[in-house]
Structure formats: C-alpha cells, structure tokens
C-alpha cells in the first residue's frame, strides 16, 4: 500500500504545472470532450508507467542494494531540482484528423517519454520493486493533476500559483530521497 500512496502523492504533485498537464488543458479547450479525453490519458499512462515501473523494478534486481540506494537518492533528488524548473507552454497536436481519444492517447505517451514523471516512476519502480502497485498510484496520480486541468481549466491555474506547487513538489522529492537514505 505505501507503494501506491507514495506513488500517486508523488506524481499528483510533481505533474501540476507540467507540459502533459498543460496538454490536457489544450486538449480539454480544444476538443470540449472531458470522458474521451481522460480515456485517452488513462490507457497511455498505463503503458508509459506501466513499463517505466517494470524497469525499475528489473533494474533493481541486478543492482547491489548500497548502489541501488545512492542513486535513487541522488535522482531523488535531481528531481527535486528539475521540478523547480517550470514547462514551456506547448501548443498542442495541429492534427484532429485522428480525433480526440487517439490523438490524447499518442501525443501523452510521446510526452512522458523521458519525462520527470516517467522517470520518477522508473525509480519507484527500483524502490518498491512492486510494477503493479507503483503504475496504479502514478496512473492514478496522473489522472488527478491531469483531470484538474481537463474539468477546471483556466480557473486553476488563476488561484493556485505553479511556482508554490513546483516548490511543494520539490519538497516531497527531497523527502524521499532522504527517506531512501535513510531506509524509509
């Protein structure tokens, strides 16, 4: 169960403000369909996290656990510091030839590759060495930060600044990589 609750905290936050949050917002405006476009979330988060956490979990495997520690704690920490870097705003796919569940689908799996919550989920993966459980709370942390841009849109982005969110999400990274340090 701590896998998934530290999963999905650690992903619900880290995504605020990130370039696959303001996806989700173009394509909310754009297309005006809020189920397609978080069904088109749902399945490309489980793939993409899905394989990032079975990684994880495989390269934990090999890796000498003092090693396997250090790292996660200095990507932890990486983390930490890439999140206080905010995301340009992208514009979005030109193309709605392939409607709005497809092209949800395609343009979110290409953007968490390489991602930080892609490869947060890769180190969650190494830490808990549970893939089921660690795609579920960052499938389900996604969904979350994701579906508050699809549903409330602007309004959000109005009352809460990214900057106080970046640096809350910076916090909790910290906190974990001290937390693997230390053996939590």
């Not at 994880?56 to 790292?71: I, N, W």
């Not at 799996?109 to 060495?129: H, I, N, S």
Request: hydrophobic share 60%; with cysteine.
């Amino acid at each position: 169960m701590e896998a998934l609750l530290q999963s999905f905290a650690l992903v619900a936050v880290s995504e605020m403000g990130d370039k696959t949050q303001l996806l989700a917002l173009v394509l909310a405006l754009r297309y005006k369909r809020p189920w397609t476009i978080m069904a088109g979330i749902l399945v490309a988060t489980i793939l993409n996290h899905g394989l990032a956490s079975w990684v994880g979990g495989a390269v934990s495997a090999r890796v000498p656990a003092d090693v396997l520690r250090y790292a996660l704690a200095a990507i932890f920490g990486a983390f930490a510091i890439w999140i206080l870097i905010p995301d340009k705003d992208e514009d979005g796919p030109q193309n709605d030839r392939f409607g709005p569940f497809l092209t949800t689908l395609v343009a979110f799996f290409l953007a968490e590759m390489g991602d930080k919550t892609q490869l947060a989920t890769v180190a969650l993966g190494a830490r808990f060495q549970a893939p089921v459980l660690v795609t579920i709370g960052t499938t389900l942390g996604m969904l979350f930060a994701d579906g508050l841009a699809v549903v409330f849109g602007e309004r959000l982005t109005q009352r809460i600044p990214m900057k106080w969110v970046r640096i809350f999400a910076a916090c909790l990274f910290a906190l974990f990589g001290i937390g693997v340090l230390l053996g939590f």
